[in-house]
């Protein structure tokens, strides 16, 4: 018995017995088998003065007061407990619902049902291991035995995952009403226009009871759940503009790594570069502005999976960047030097897409100068990635210097000068990018200069 079906139990029953009230409990499958499951029974709990335990299993031994042989008919007389239990037992019976129906038959009429069975975990053969259960599962049991469903509930957070099922047997049996036998009728009918057929024509199954609440209040219902969710739902229920502040002051600017090195990086993005490197399958791709390096190993990884191409990482600030891989191309200086400019123009020399990435200063100046100097070598049907648009779009972001106006500016200058560069929005789907209006698709050839022209 593991620790968390103990407490589900005690909390069953603070919520739905009476301890003032007279008990006979019968429990399923009540075996202390101990080991992989945990040492304990249910008995302790239900040790109260008027409450009496009986404890029913198919072998014999610790805490079983009744053996059984099999699981469709107990030699018990009907309808003779208040509380029927069961905890991990009935994944192992292999026709539960034989088990089921022998489980309710032992209830009286508005007596109750307490099921907790895994919806996961290891397998566990005592002596077999047949089945898991889920929310739905608990109003399928329900609607077998024409029970009142209680509470359906899966604590996933824990190692089985625990589905708790309450149930209470109705003081009549439901009424067979007219609506009710037409169902039946038109089912039975489908089913054998179906077999003639050669079709399944059957009605659809009707709903199981749904749970009272959606899957998410469901799991949030388990209080352990309930508190470790809490923060990130807060952070769901924020706009978008306060998602991004959120996700640039607590992961990009603090957690997000490539393989161990710090990218500064919206996630999403990446996902997006490894689409357009696929489609486009880059000789060269230029980081303008690498950083720690996590982007460059990022794109050199990307490349290694693509079996081909180098990365031209720029930076002037290298205390930080330590990478060393066989695709990288390093070169370190300012980007504003003719000499960086020409080293990575020979670096690019060749035939073949030449990818370049923007990620260095976003002022406006800057990026237009960048734009200017570097656009050149992107090949037709490649891209120039200005980054960090958002810092135009959303200003509060945190980590972004009071009055820039930069990345969406330089790019409108840019295209104005530039009409074989087209703003390609296609890759913005995502929505969560970091560079709004930023892909920049080389469309034609320019008059002179770049990799085209070489
Ligand atoms: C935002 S960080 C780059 C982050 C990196 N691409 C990543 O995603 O992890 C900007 C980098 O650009 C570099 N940088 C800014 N202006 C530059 C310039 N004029 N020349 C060269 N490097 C520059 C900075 O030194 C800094 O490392």
Same mark, same amino acid.
Request: aromatic fraction near 10%; charge should be negative.
């Given at each position: 018995m593991h620790a968390e079906a103990l407490d589900e139990m005690r909390r069953l029953i603070e919520t739905y017995l009476d301890p003032d009230r007279p008990l006979e409990v019968l429990d399923i499958?009540?075996? =202390?088998?101990? &080991? @992989?499951?945990?040492?304990?029974?249910?008995?302790?709990?239900?040790?109260?003065?008027?409450? +009496?335990? !009986?404890?029913? /299993?198919?072998?014999a031994g610790p805490n079983v007061d009744r053996v059984v042989h099999h699981g469709w008919r107990w030699p018990l007389r009907s309808r003779r407990f208040d509380l029927v239990i069961s905890g991990q037992a009935l994944e192992h019976a292999p026709r539960f619902w034989e088990?089921?129906?022998?489980?309710?038959?032992? *209830?009286r009429p508005g007596g109750l049902l307490f099921l907790i069975v895994p919806a996961k975990g290891l397998e566990h053969r005592y002596p077999v291991d047949c089945w898991r259960?889920?929310?739905?599962?608990?109003? @399928? %049991? @329900?609607? %077998?035995?024409?029970?009142?469903?209680?509470?359906?509930?899966?604590?996933?957070?824990?190692?089985?995952?625990?589905?708790?099922?309450?149930?209470?047997?109705? +003081?009549?049996?439901?009424?067979?009403?007219?609506?009710? %036998?037409?169902? +039946?009728?038109? =089912?039975?009918?489908? !089913?054998?226009?179906g077999y003639w057929l050669g079709h399944d024509r059957r009605a659809p199954v009707?709903?199981?009871?749904?749970? /009272?609440?959606?899957? #998410?209040?469901?799991?949030?219902a388990d209080q352990r759940v309930a508190l470790a969710a809490a923060p990130h739902r807060e952070r769901f229920n924020r706009s978008l503009a306060e998602w991004f502040s959120y996700f640039q002051r607590d992961m990009v600017l603090d957690q997000v790594h490539w393989m161990g090195v710090k990218a500064v990086k919206n996630p999403m993005d990446c996902w997006v570069y490894q689409q357009l490197l696929a489609e486009l399958r880059p000789r060269v791709v230029v980081e303008l502005g690498s950083a720690h390096g996590g982007s460059t190993l990022f794109l050199l990884n990307m490349l290694d999976l693509l079996g081909d191409g180098a990365v031209v990482s720029v930076d002037r600030d290298r205390r930080t960047f330590a990478l060393n891989h066989p695709r990288l191309r390093r070169v370190d200086g300012d980007l504003a030097d003719p000499k960086v400019i020409e080293q990575v123009y020979a670096l690019c020399?060749? =035939?073949?897409?030449? %990818? *370049?990435? +923007? =990620?260095?200063?976003?002022?406006?100046?800057?990026?237009?100068?960048?734009?200017?100097?570097? @656009?050149?070598?992107?090949?037709?049907?490649?891209?120039?990635?200005?980054?960090?648009?958002i810092v135009d779009v959303l200003?509060?972001?945190?980590?972004?210097?009071? &009055?820039? $106006?930069?990345?969406? #500016? $330089?790019? *409108? #200058?840019?295209?104005?000068?530039?009409?074989?560069?087209?703003?390609?929005?296609?890759?913005?789907?995502? *929505?969560?990018?970091y560079n709004p209006g930023g892909f920049l698709r080389r469309v034609r050839p320019a008059d002179a200069g770049g990799c085209d022209a070489a």
């Amino acid at each position: 018995m593991h620790a968390e079906a103990l407490d589900e139990m005690r909390r069953l029953i603070e919520t739905y017995l009476d301890p003032d009230r007279p008990l006979e409990v019968l429990d399923i499958g009540s075996l =202390d088998v101990g &080991g @992989a499951c945990g040492d304990g029974s249910f008995r302790p709990l239900f040790a109260r003065a008027g409450w +009496h335990y !009986t404890g029913l /299993d198919m072998l014999a031994g610790p805490n079983v007061d009744r053996v059984v042989h099999h699981g469709w008919r107990w030699p018990l007389r009907s309808r003779r407990f208040d509380l029927v239990i069961s905890g991990q037992a009935l994944e192992h019976a292999p026709r539960f619902w034989e088990t089921w129906r022998e489980m309710v038959r032992m *209830v009286r009429p508005g007596g109750l049902l307490f099921l907790i069975v895994p919806a996961k975990g290891l397998e566990h053969r005592y002596p077999v291991d047949c089945w898991r259960f889920y929310p739905d599962s608990m109003g @399928a %049991l @329900a609607e %077998l035995e024409g029970l009142e469903l209680l509470q359906a509930a899966t604590r996933w957070a824990n190692v089985w995952g625990d589905t708790i099922g309450v149930f209470r047997r109705p +003081h009549r049996p439901p009424r067979q009403s007219w609506a009710f %036998l037409r169902e +039946h009728l038109r =089912d039975a009918v489908g !089913t054998l226009l179906g077999y003639w057929l050669g079709h399944d024509r059957r009605a659809p199954v009707a709903a199981t009871a749904a749970p /009272d609440e959606p899957v #998410a209040e469901t799991l949030l219902a388990d209080q352990r759940v309930a508190l470790a969710a809490a923060p990130h739902r807060e952070r769901f229920n924020r706009s978008l503009a306060e998602w991004f502040s959120y996700f640039q002051r607590d992961m990009v600017l603090d957690q997000v790594h490539w393989m161990g090195v710090k990218a500064v990086k919206n996630p999403m993005d990446c996902w997006v570069y490894q689409q357009l490197l696929a489609e486009l399958r880059p000789r060269v791709v230029v980081e303008l502005g690498s950083a720690h390096g996590g982007s460059t190993l990022f794109l050199l990884n990307m490349l290694d999976l693509l079996g081909d191409g180098a990365v031209v990482s720029v930076d002037r600030d290298r205390r930080t960047f330590a990478l060393n891989h066989p695709r990288l191309r390093r070169v370190d200086g300012d980007l504003a030097d003719p000499k960086v400019i020409e080293q990575v123009y020979a670096l690019c020399a060749g =035939d073949g897409p030449v %990818l *370049v990435v +923007h =990620d260095a200063d976003h002022q406006r100046d800057a990026v237009l100068r960048d734009l200017r100097n570097f @656009a050149p070598l992107v090949t037709v049907g490649s891209w120039f990635i200005v980054e960090d648009g958002i810092v135009d779009v959303l200003p509060e972001l945190p980590g972004v210097p009071p &009055g820039v $106006a930069g990345p969406l #500016a $330089a790019v *409108v #200058a840019f295209l104005d000068e530039n009409p074989e560069f087209e703003m390609d929005r296609s890759h913005e789907g995502c *929505v969560i990018t970091y560079n709004p209006g930023g892909f920049l698709r080389r469309v034609r050839p320019a008059d002179a200069g770049g990799c085209d022209a070489a």
